[in-house]
């Protein structure tokens, strides 16, 4: 099997043009997977080509002109925590992790609409319907937990929507209670991720993309050693700045 490219089987499908998200003034185009052939396995192979899973789906983007999209990996044996990642663990070393099935509760769907709410206000994500909770987050073929980040009085603050793959896991989505910004949720459940894959064994921890031109992103570049698919290949960066 040549691991240098797709399945054979795999065959791609280019989606319409929309506004790009991301970078004002761009068009955004996506290629996907056709979803009857997806299965777990067959997704820890396509990540690895930097594929990401939106509910049922897996897609990449395919803007023409445009390559500002930049998957990215963590390698979690290496990776250890800066000064900030330090900061933040203490900050939240009244938290506790677990990984839960994915589900809908009242719960969940509160603290995802206010996040909702807070961070995109205005742009037809902050008024969520339940029916479209799980069709967003889960999926039928592939193993997903949602982890639970609560305080020690039970308070629900984050879930991070955790794909559990052979190869690593890959960071699909985390919500959070936008009220306790100072806690730095968002980089904490991503040190989470780090942490649990490493005990399990696991070699990767995949963040998405990381797009250089969107402070939106910024984050994703703070965690070292981390891989870029740069040019179809995964290049090492491990300074500030590469």
């Given at each position: 099997m040549n691991r240098?490219?797709?399945p054979a089987h795999v065959h791609l499908y280019r989606g319409p043009g929309t506004a790009c998200s991301y970078l004002p003034g761009r068009e955004a185009t996506s290629e996907w997977v056709d979803p009857g052939i997806l299965h777990k396995a067959l997704y820890d192979r396509l990540i690895e080509f930097g594929f990401r899973r939106s509910g049922e789906y897996v897609y990449r983007p395919a803007c023409l002109g445009c390559h500002a999209c930049i998957p990215v990996r963590i390698p979690v044996a290496r990776f250890r925590p800066r000064r900030r990642d330090r900061r933040c663990l203490r900050r939240n070393a009244d938290l506790v992790?677990?990984?839960m099935?994915?589900?809908f509760t009242d719960e969940y769907f509160a603290?995802?609409?206010?996040?909702?709410a807070a961070r995109h206000p205005g742009g037809g994500m902050d008024d969520p319907d339940p029916e479209d909770f799980l069709q967003f987050l889960d999926s039928s073929w592939a193993e997903t937990r949602f982890l639970e980040i609560r305080d020690r009085e039970g308070k629900l603050e984050a879930v991070a929507v955790t794909d559990v793959l052979d190869v690593g896991l890959s960071a699909v989505y985390t919500f959070f209670d936008p009220d306790e910004s100072a806690r730095g949720l968002g980089n904490f459940a991503i040190l989470e991720q780090i942490r649990i894959a490493r005990e399990q064994g696991r070699e990767w921890l995949y963040l998405g993309y990381w797009i250089a031109d969107c402070p939106k992103m910024a984050y994703k570049a703070r965690f070292l050693p981390q891989q870029r698919?740069?040019?179809?290949?995964?290049i090492e960066?491990?300074?500030p700045g590469d």
């Amino acid at each position: 099997m040549n691991r240098n490219r797709l399945p054979a089987h795999v065959h791609l499908y280019r989606g319409p043009g929309t506004a790009c998200s991301y970078l004002p003034g761009r068009e955004a185009t996506s290629e996907w997977v056709d979803p009857g052939i997806l299965h777990k396995a067959l997704y820890d192979r396509l990540i690895e080509f930097g594929f990401r899973r939106s509910g049922e789906y897996v897609y990449r983007p395919a803007c023409l002109g445009c390559h500002a999209c930049i998957p990215v990996r963590i390698p979690v044996a290496r990776f250890r925590p800066r000064r900030r990642d330090r900061r933040c663990l203490r900050r939240n070393a009244d938290l506790v992790s677990r990984l839960m099935p994915p589900a809908f509760t009242d719960e969940y769907f509160a603290l995802y609409t206010r996040y909702l709410a807070a961070r995109h206000p205005g742009g037809g994500m902050d008024d969520p319907d339940p029916e479209d909770f799980l069709q967003f987050l889960d999926s039928s073929w592939a193993e997903t937990r949602f982890l639970e980040i609560r305080d020690r009085e039970g308070k629900l603050e984050a879930v991070a929507v955790t794909d559990v793959l052979d190869v690593g896991l890959s960071a699909v989505y985390t919500f959070f209670d936008p009220d306790e910004s100072a806690r730095g949720l968002g980089n904490f459940a991503i040190l989470e991720q780090i942490r649990i894959a490493r005990e399990q064994g696991r070699e990767w921890l995949y963040l998405g993309y990381w797009i250089a031109d969107c402070p939106k992103m910024a984050y994703k570049a703070r965690f070292l050693p981390q891989q870029r698919r740069i040019r179809n290949n995964w290049i090492e960066v491990d300074r500030p700045g590469d």
